[in-house]
């Protein structure tokens, strides 16, 4: 493992506790945890499923990709975010994936892939409208909802894993995400693929892992959102055109402004006054589609 991605697990590790520490689980939040939805690792192959108590029958799904740059994060880091969620009248689905440096590409996409068709095979169980299946990504998970949707889409972009049968997203909301790999501008971002790309990031896989080569009229309509304070602010600048080229209705929000920045995916702390409007504006946006 670099050095880089160790010094990420440890610190992003210790931000999101900070963040979180006074988070209590809501009431009015009905709780599935720890289902095993594959067999690869006993650890990160499992997901929670979060439901407003107050309602009954089916509901339309989110599923949450989490970020963390590839080599961090699990569903106990994004439980708060992904309940908040569920109280805007959603079933949200919160898994764990397996991680770089120890499971490289594509054991995520097969990871999420696998969840995507254990939604559609546990709708009835679970109560998910599987025709208004929604997706949100954020920061690396950002990168992979829309690659991922990028398979869903486009039958000319071939993956090195088995596609959900059935599945579709109605909209998708990317957060702080970042959408083209070049090695020109990666900046430390290079570190994290010398560890998640089983070449280390030659030119042909960084090609293959920008959503921006494979993006068809199909691709599912999309909430976009940064801020000042991202470091990825400057990564819708090469998706929108490619959003517009392919006639794909999108929504661009910038939060926050020079005196108050906010930061890299400010929305998952949901004790902000902006996360909330954020969070809003993401399932509205959802239920236009």
């Given at each position: 493992?670099?050095?880089?991605?160790?010094?990420?697990?440890?610190?992003?590790?210790?931000?999101?506790?900070?963040?979180?520490?006074?988070?209590?689980?809501?009431?009015d939040v009905v709780r599935y945890s720890?289902?095993?939805?594959?067999?690869?690792?006993?650890?990160?192959?499992?997901?929670?499923?979060?439901?407003?108590?107050?309602?009954?029958?089916?509901?339309?799904?989110?599923?949450?990709?989490?970020?963390?740059?590839?080599?961090?994060?699990?569903?106990?880091?994004?439980?708060?975010?992904?309940?908040?969620?569920?109280?805007?009248?959603?079933?949200?689905?919160?898994?764990?994936?397996?991680?770089?440096?120890?499971?490289?590409?594509?054991?995520?996409?097969?990871?999420?892939?696998?969840?995507?068709?254990?939604?559609?095979?546990?709708?009835?169980?679970?109560?998910?409208?599987?025709?208004?299946?929604?997706?949100?990504?954020?920061?690396?998970?950002?990168?992979?909802?829309?690659?991922?949707?990028?398979?869903?889409?486009?039958?000319?972009?071939?993956?090195?894993?088995?596609?959900?049968?059935?599945?579709?997203?109605?909209?998708?909301?990317?957060?702080?995400?970042?959408?083209?790999?070049?090695?020109?501008?990666?900046?430390?971002?290079?570190?994290?693929?010398?560890?998640?790309?089983?070449?280390?990031?030659?030119?042909?896989?960084?090609?293959?892992?920008?959503?921006?080569?494979?993006?068809?009229?199909?691709?599912?309509?999309?909430?976009?959102?940064?801020?000042?304070?991202?470091?990825?602010?400057?990564?819708?600048?090469?998706?929108?055109?490619?959003?517009?080229?392919?006639?794909?209705?999108?929504?661009?929000?910038?939060?926050?402004?020079?005196?108050?920045?906010?930061?890299?995916?400010?929305?998952?702390n949901i004790n902000l006054p902006e996360?909330?409007?954020?969070?809003?504006?993401?399932?509205?946006?959802?239920?236009?589609?």
């Open positions: 493992m670099s050095e880089y991605a160790e010094i990420i697990r440890k610190t992003f590790s210790m931000e999101d506790m900070e963040r979180d520490k006074n988070n209590q689980i809501p009431e720890d289902i095993r939805y594959a067999n690869h690792d006993e650890k990160w192959n499992l997901l929670d499923v979060y439901r407003p108590k107050n309602i009954k029958g089916k509901l339309p799904v989110i599923m949450s990709v989490h970020g963390g740059g590839w080599v961090y994060g699990d569903k106990n880091v994004y439980q708060w975010y992904c309940m908040n969620l569920a109280q805007r009248g959603f079933a949200v689905v919160n898994y764990s994936y397996r991680l770089a440096p120890e499971y490289q590409y594509p054991a995520s996409f097969e990871d999420t892939s696998t969840v995507a068709q254990w939604i559609i095979d546990h709708c009835d169980e679970y109560g998910f409208d599987t025709d208004y299946i929604y997706g949100v990504g954020d920061s690396a998970g950002g990168h992979m909802l829309s690659l991922f949707s990028c398979a869903l889409t486009n039958p000319d972009y071939h993956v090195p894993y088995t596609l959900p049968e059935g599945f579709s997203f109605k909209a998708i909301a990317l957060n702080c995400g970042v959408y083209e790999m070049k090695k020109e501008t990666l900046g430390d971002t290079e570190k994290l693929m010398y560890d998640y790309l089983p070449e280390h990031g030659t030119e042909n896989e960084y090609f293959n892992i920008s959503s921006v080569n494979f993006i068809t009229p199909a691709f599912p309509p999309s909430y976009i959102m940064t801020c000042p304070g991202d470091f990825l602010k400057d990564a819708p600048d090469v998706l929108i055109p490619v959003l517009k080229k392919n006639s794909v209705p999108f929504m661009y929000r910038v939060f926050g402004n020079q005196s108050n920045p906010l930061a890299h995916v400010f929305h998952c996360a909330k409007i954020c969070n809003d504006e993401e399932c509205n946006f959802f239920k236009e589609f």
